[in-house]
């Protein structure tokens, strides 16, 4: 299953000093550190409340914020731009702040640590272009099988592959995988798109280059040094659309091996989880969260209804 990638020292070096984001209606930067989230009042409706608030653990409503880690270099889906917190999963957060009547408040970490974290209880959920995957659920190390931490639920609010970005014009004539094979590909590390191409079978295997970033992998493609870029869906078709003004690169053939990406919560936290998908399942039916994916062009991998543990 396509999953999202992990990041090394080199993200680590710019997250530290990015700090905590609190999506609400307006975002704005809030410190690192010690310092305490500032508290939301639930939001107007006909009993003082948003329609969802009674609903999220009591620990919740007196924070008046959700804690939630992210690791925001991966656009479109979570990046930075004028010091706030964009993006795909930023908005989608601010869109179920609305239904639960509290702020979603991002912190900025290394991808590979997220779910560390998360059990560390440093943050309430994981929002970052996270694939559910059944290795995660069960706390696994997806290597060795062994387990290495609490569960996991996941509610799942998108579906995503991954795709193969090329230069411009195609000068390669790349159509699928198999036409990879003794050719140079760039990937992120620690994502399954290096083990997508590590499995595919050839006879002259990919020289597969790894790269801490997407941005990294992006920038070799440009160069020529590789010929292509193997990385998720949305990823892709917002470099496409973006780089050079959509002159740079191409996406060819269909997204591989698709899966859906999920909002991480502790097993033991069910109310939490419950409300979030309530939540979800609120902003699907009013049509504000198609709006989301509209307004990033990937309403290509929308759901019709927020599901737990869907991953595989």
Same mark, same amino acid.
């Given at each position: 299953?396509?999953?999202r990638?992990?990041?090394g020292?080199?993200?680590m070096?710019?997250l530290?000093a990015?700090?905590a984001?609190?999506v ?10 010690? @310092? ?7 939001? #107007?409706?006909g009993?003082?409340?948003?329609p ?22 991966y656009p ?6 004028n010091?706030r ?5 930023p908005?989608l #957060?601010a ?7 509290v ?7 290394a991808?590979d ?7 560390a209880?440093?943050y309430?959920?994981v929002?970052?272009?996270m694939?559910?995957?059944k290795d995660?659920q069960?706390?696994?190390d997806?290597s ?5 931490g609490?569960d996991?639920d996941?509610?799942?609010?998108f ?9 411009k014009?195609n ?8 036409d ?6 760039a ?17 002259e295997p ?12 992006q920038?070799?493609?440009k160069?020529?040094a590789v010929?292509?870029d193997?990385a ?6 917002y ?6 003004d ?5 996406t ?10 999920g909002?991480a919560v502790?097993?033991s936290?069910?109310?939490?989880? @419950?409300?979030?998908?309530a939540?979800?399942? #609120?902003?699907i ?5 198609g709006?989301?994916l509209?307004?990033w062009?990937?309403s290509?991998?929308?759901? @019709? ?8």
């Amino acid at each position: 299953m396509t999953a999202r990638a992990r990041r090394g020292s080199a993200a680590m070096k710019h997250l530290a000093a990015l700090g905590a984001m609190t999506v609400a209606g307006a975002l704005a930067l809030t410190g690192c550190g010690g @310092d305490s989230p500032e508290k939301a009042s639930p939001s #107007a409706s006909g009993t003082g409340k948003a329609p969802l608030y009674d609903e999220l653990p009591e620990s919740v409503r007196q924070a008046g914020v959700v804690k939630v880690g992210s690791d925001m270099l991966y656009p479109p889906m979570e990046f930075v731009r004028n010091g706030r917190p964009t993006g795909v999963d930023p908005d989608l #957060a601010a869109t179920l702040g609305k239904e639960l009547g509290v702020k979603f408040q991002f912190g900025n970490n290394a991808f590979d640590t997220l779910l560390t974290g998360l059990r560390a209880k440093h943050y309430d959920v994981v929002m970052s272009a996270m694939t559910d995957t059944k290795d995660r659920q069960q706390g696994l190390d997806p290597s060795s099988g062994e387990k290495i931490g609490e569960d996991i639920d996941f509610v799942d609010y998108f579906r995503a592959g991954a795709s193969i970005m090329v230069k411009k014009g195609n000068p390669e004539g790349i159509k699928t995988l198999a036409d990879l094979c003794g050719k140079k590909a760039a990937v992120q590390s620690g994502s399954t798109a290096y083990d997508l191409l590590q499995s595919q079978k050839c006879d002259e295997p990919i020289d597969i280059e790894i790269f801490d970033t997407h941005d990294e992998a992006q920038a070799r493609l440009k160069s020529g040094a590789v010929v292509a870029d193997v990385a998720d869906y949305p990823v892709v078709a917002y470099a496409v659309k973006t780089s050079g003004d959509g002159k740079d690169f191409e996406t060819v053939g269909e997204q591989l091996d698709a899966g859906p990406y999920g909002i991480a919560v502790l097993s033991s936290n069910t109310r939490l989880r @419950d409300a979030i998908r309530a939540a979800l399942d #609120a902003a699907i039916r009013d049509g504000s969260y198609g709006k989301v994916l509209d307004k990033w062009n990937v309403s290509d991998g929308a759901v @019709d209804n927020a599901t737990i543990n869907s991953g595989t």
